[in-house]
Nanobody, 129 residues
Framework: QVQLVESGGGLVQAGGSLTLSCEASPRTLRPYMMGWFRQAPGQEREFVAAISTWRMDSPYYANSVNGRFTISRDNAKNTQFLQMNSLKFEDTAVYYC?????????????????????WGQGTQVTVSS
């Protein structure tokens, strides 16, 4: 059974940093794309960042986080990370990790949640102003 387990969320002051982790199991899972989405109260889920395990033009970032967030992965551990710096109040949301293990989604699909087939349970990030 595939599981994505997130960790690292919490409360931080504006301008601070947090690092989220997401470990996928079983180890035999070989995602083509690993990504992060977030959902704030009353808003739709939105794309944050993604990194491919086979495309040379990744990673990809939403404009709102580009330059502040960094996505990375450890293929041997099937783990992805999201380093979040210079956090803003508007970054407050539940953050979800997701993987594409079947489709090999393209750059045009990377920000659309429907193309990811497995999701974590979410971890809360709260930025105080």
């Amino acid at each position: 059974q595939v599981q994505l387990v997130e960790s690292g969320g919490g409360l931080v002051q504006a301008g601070g940093s947090l690092t989220l982790s997401c470990e996928a199991s079983p180890r035999t899972l070989r995602p083509y794309m690993m990504g992060w989405f977030r959902q704030a109260p009353g808003q739709e889920r939105e794309f944050v960042a993604a990194i491919s395990t086979w495309r040379m033009d990744s990673p990809y970032y939403a404009n709102s986080v580009n330059g502040r967030f960094t996505i990375s992965r450890d293929n041997a551990k099937n783990t992805q990370f999201l380093q979040m710096n210079s956090l803003k109040f508007e970054d407050t949301a539940v953050y979800y990790c997701a993987v594409d293990s079947q489709t090999r989604i393209s750059i045009d699909q990377v920000s659309d949640s429907i193309w990811y087939d497995y999701w974590g349970q979410g971890t809360q990030v709260t930025v105080s102003s």
